[in-house]
């Protein structure tokens, strides 16, 4: 089974407005940490957020926050007030605590800002 | 220092050269990754270390031959390419340990043509 599923391959958003970007997990390991990184055309993978298994509130940096759903296993990106710089694959990954140091990446999302 | 550099940027390479990718932390980080990227496609995990030891090798073919020379240090020998080799190259680094906030932190890439 995949431990990370994105389903949205491609999504567009109008420039000023929020967009949600899908990402669940599977996973049995009590604790797990849940990363957004961002990859412009240029190619590197930039760390946007992070949200901990235990974590009792939504992450939030800047215009990023990640509405986590524990008990639906799902860990969507947010970004608000879309700019076009935000144009960008967005891998959503995981890592489980007691299994080693991997790290899971989902298939990704290319985001396109419209001006 | 929070960042993780590569060298070279760019490399074409014939199918009978040798070349070596090399990647570099200063952050005292004891995990070193080195993932391939096709475009539009999430990073691969070939290669893990964890203090120095290669803990992963995700049946990468023995043209590739990584190599961590210290805690610091992160090189990748390349041998016999094939085209299909031809990629994008990233290396990261990470916290060991069991807490869930040790992000990934990556390097911006290794351009790989084959020819």
């Known amino acids: 089974a995949q431990k990370i599923t994105q389903t949205q391959p491609g999504m567009f958003v109008q420039e000023k407005e929020a967009v949600t970007l899908d990402c669940t997990y599977d996973?049995?390991?009590?604790?797990?940490?849940l990363f957004w990184y961002k990859q412009p055309s240029s190619g590197e993978m930039i760390f946007l957020i992070y949200?901990?298994?235990?974590?009792?509130q939504n992450a939030t940096e800047g215009r990023y926050s990640l509405n986590f759903q524990k008990a639906r296993k799902s860990a969507n990106l947010v970004i608000s007030a879309s700019q076009l710089g935000d144009s960008a694959m967005y891998f959503c990954?995981?890592?489980?605590?007691?299994?080693?140091?991997?790290?899971?990446f989902g298939t990704g999302t290319s985001l396109t800002v419209i001006p | 220092d929070t960042e993780v550099t590569q060298t070279p940027k760019h490399l074409v390479m014939g199918m009978t050269n040798k070349k070596s990718l090399k990647c570099e932390q200063h952050?005292?980080?004891?995990?070193m990754y080195w993932y391939k990227q096709k475009a539009k496609k999430p990073p691969e995990l070939m290669f893990v270390?964890?203090?120095?030891?290669?803990?992963i090798n995700e049946s990468v073919p023995s043209r590739f031959s990584p190599e961590c020379p210290n805690s610091s240090l992160l090189n990748l020998h390349l041998h016999a390419l094939q085209p299909e080799d031809s990629a994008l190259y990233l290396c990261?680094?990470?916290?060991?340990?069991?807490?869930?906030?040790?992000?990934?932190?990556f390097g911006p890439g290794t351009r790989l043509t084959v020819l």
């Open positions: 990261a680094s990470s916290q060991l340990g069991t807490r869930e906030y040790n992000e990934q932190f």
């Open positions: 996973t049995s390991d009590p604790s797990y940490g």
């Open positions: 949200q901990g298994s235990y974590d009792q």
């Open positions: 990954a995981m890592r489980e605590i007691n299994t080693g140091n991997q790290f899971y």
């Open positions: 952050m005292g980080h004891r995990a």
């Open positions: 270390y964890s203090y120095e030891k290669l803990s």
